[in-house]
């Protein structure tokens, strides 16, 4: 009987040792893993609202530096006879406004090859002191900056007043397209003249044309802006966003040109990406984050869960199959070696005095 109870035992022991191996397993891996997807999905939606804010300061601050120069060439389109003061009370907003990476506003003129002399002193008399127009030469038609006004703190990056801009690549494209479409136009990326950082930068071209009915060109309001600076300063007013990404421009011929990045810690490994329109021109935002940052201090929560399981399985599946109690000599120990009986019964009885 005993012996078929010890046989049962030794055949059920690891079969529940194993099932409750296959049960902790399972759970300890399908824990785990919702964890890990939970941490994934609340990583995901922390990676969307941080692309989408610092998407909506950079679209909120371009439209903003567009809008105040369109406001300011409105302004100067009804001025017959411009000077620098009524140049300096125009951009006066433009000053106050605290823009993202501006450099200096400026006022653009088109001049043709026979008229720099009585241009040069027409612009002196209009307030523009000891302006000096510098041709460049094989050109018939000059784009000259006339008068500037720094923007804050802005350094004095950009052409120099009387500086010939016309054939200056970027920047003389979109002051063409602007004058020739009537509205605000953005030049492709490119690093401004005199800019001692180097950096890729944009102009802004907002054209001034006259309201009569007969509509006359004037010239161009034109600010430039630092792509790194601007982004910089831009992020910084959403806060630590915890992520990295580049400020792509799209060109006129399909090309990108990454004209700014920042970086975010850890190690990326969710993307997004939006487009968005400046003025005539196409830009594209770019961001990326660490899950494990996103996710929060408990990014660690699902290994802690699987290696505490796999640990927990294991002490259960050792405790259902237990190794068998000591055991006192069975029928096989308490077997005589041969011929131990007979010798027995053979020995001679011995009596109290040691008499047969």
């Known amino acids: 009987m005993g012996e078929r109870r010890d046989g049962a035992r030794r055949v059920t022991s690891p079969l529940l040792s194993v099932s409750v191996l296959l049960a902790g397993l399972t759970a300890t891996v399908l824990s785990s893993a919702a964890l890990h997807g939970a941490q994934r999905d609340i990583a995901s939606r922390a990676m969307d609202q941080r692309h989408r804010t610092a998407l909506a300061a950079v679209r909120a601050e371009t439209e903003r530096f567009r809008g105040l120069l369109d406001s300011v060439a409105a302004g100067i389109a009804t001025d017959s006879h411009l000077t620098w003061e009524d140049f300096d009370v125009a951009t006066g907003p433009l000053a106050d406004a605290g823009l993202a990476g501006a450099t200096p506003v400026a006022f653009l003129v088109s001049v043709p ?4 002399a009585a241009a040069q002193q027409r612009w002196r008399d209009h307030g523009a002191s000891g302006l000096v127009l510098r041709p460049n030469p094989g050109n018939d038609v000059h784009y000259f900056r006339v008068l500037s006004r720094a923007l804050g703190d802005a350094g004095q990056a950009g052409p120099r007043p009387g500086t010939d801009v016309a054939g200056a690549g970027p920047l003389s494209t979109a002051l063409e397209l602007a004058r020739d479409t009537h509205r605000t136009t953005v030049s492709d990326a ?13 102009a802004f071209a907002a054209p001034v044309w006259t309201r009569a009915n007969t509509p006359e060109f004037r010239g161009w309001v034109v600010a430039g802006l630092h792509g790194g600076t601007f982004l910089r300063d831009v992020l910084r007013t959403v806060g630590d966003s915890g992520i990295s990404g580049e400020l792509v421009a799209v060109d006129g011929d399909g090309g990108r040109d990454t004209v700014a990045s920042w970086a975010g810690p850890g190690e990326p490994d969710l993307r997004r990406s939006d487009p968005f329109e400046v003025g005539d021109r196409q830009w594209v935002l770019e961001t990326r984050g660490d899950s494990r940052q996103l996710a929060g201090t408990g990014w660690y929560l699902p290994m802690t869960v699987l290696a505490g399981g796999l640990i927990l399985t294991g002490l259960l599946a050792r405790l259902a199959h237990p190794r068998p109690p000591f055991a006192g000599p069975g029928p096989r120990h308490r077997r005589r070696r041969p011929g131990t009986a007979a010798a027995v019964r053979r020995a001679p009885a011995v009596g109290p005095a040691g008499t047969a």
């Not at 090859?113 to 720099?116: A, C, G, L, M, N």
């Open 190 to 202: 490119y690093v401004l003249i005199h800019d001692p950082d180097g950096q890729p930068s944009f």
């Open 113 to 116: 090859e026979d008229d720099v």
